[in-house]
């Protein structure tokens, strides 16, 4: 199949490219400044684009003729949102420039949103629990806000929400086991909550379940949750996470979110139902193995990319 993966050069976007390419599909990775080593990747074409630029989308996506548009690329920290305008613009006016181009292309777009748009306090959540962003200000609202355009354009889509995501990506990823590592790595303790609970996703996950969406069983006008198999805290995460890598705990600072200094969040529960994925074949895998198959990549893969950060 021909996939067009926006954010390419981001977290999700670059694991995905990598994932469909070495797969046989012909894979448009496009990217908005810097392509973190996506000519490498056999059956990738980097594609630089401007998501904000609408013209520059139509003639990326009307030249690829992708089958499935795949929509990782977003104004992702929560914690830095200050930039209402700029969430506006990348979040939701970019979502309904890309719907629309890959409406006029006959392609199907996966978009890719968050459990942030649950209260913070929701506890257990599936498809059916009502919205109400309250824990990462503009962000959350952003991304649901989005969601609401694509439901309202032509494309045929799909909408997963994704839990806080870990595992190894570009130097310039943010996941939470790259933010535990580059403590470490500066010789600190990883601050940790103990007052934030998420059913916390390894990224190989994620992308099983966008290739089960999208080509495996694919999916049409239906939204899907994604999380880990287990409920953890951040702090009871990164305790484990220490374990896999023969890092002593007390590398790890539990803490309550309120008091870190600067930090915008506070305490959450948010645990993801994700009966209606697993119903179409998928599963999560345990804790353990995905961190056994990120630890075996990384002589290859995370050290080198680390090395030339």
């Keep these: 199949m021909r996939l067009l993966v926006t954010g390419a050069s981001g977290f999700v976007g670059w694991n995905a490219v990598r994932h469909f390419a070495e797969r046989g599909h012909d894979v448009a990775a496009a990217y908005f400044s810097f392509s973190h080593y996506l000519h490498r990747v056999a059956g990738c074409l980097p594609v630089q684009m401007d998501l904000t630029d609408g013209l520059a989308v139509r003639q990326v996506v009307a030249r690829f003729q992708p089958d499935v548009v795949i929509h990782a690329a977003a104004h992702s920290r929560p914690q830095e949102s200050g930039d209402a305008d700029r969430l506006l613009r990348v979040n939701v006016e970019a979502t309904v420039s890309l719907a629309q181009a890959a409406a006029d ?66 130097p310039r990823s943010r996941s939470f086991t790259q933010f535990i590592d580059r403590s470490w790595a500066a010789g600190e303790t990883a601050p940790l909550f103990n007052d934030q609970y998420r059913s916390i996703l390894y990224v190989g996950d994620l992308v099983s379940a966008i290739d089960l969406l999208c080509i495996g069983a694919p999916q049409s006008r239906r939204l899907f949750v994604c999380g880990g198999g287990e409920r953890f805290s951040r702090s009871g995460f990164g305790l484990r996470y220490a374990d896999a890598c023969g890092v002593d705990r007390s590398m790890c600072r539990v803490m309550r979110s309120a008091d870190l200094p600067g930090y915008a969040g506070g305490a959450s529960d948010i645990t993801l139902d994700c009966g209606r994925l697993q119903a179409l074949g998928w599963r999560p895998r345990a804790l353990e193995e995905c961190f056994a198959e990120m630890l075996a990549a990384r002589p290859l893969e995370y050290g080198r990319l680390r090395g030339q950060a």
Excluded: F, Q
């Design 105 to 170: 292309a006959g392609a199907r777009m996966l978009y890719l949103s968050t459990d942030l748009v649950y209260d913070s306090d929701a506890g257990l959540c599936n498809e059916e629990t009502p919205t109400n962003p309250s824990g990462a200000g503009h962000y959350s609202r952003s991304k649901l806000m989005g969601e609401d355009a694509l439901r309202a354009s032509d494309a045929e889509w799909i909408i997963v929400r994704c839990a806080l995501m870990y595992g190894d990506g570009t």
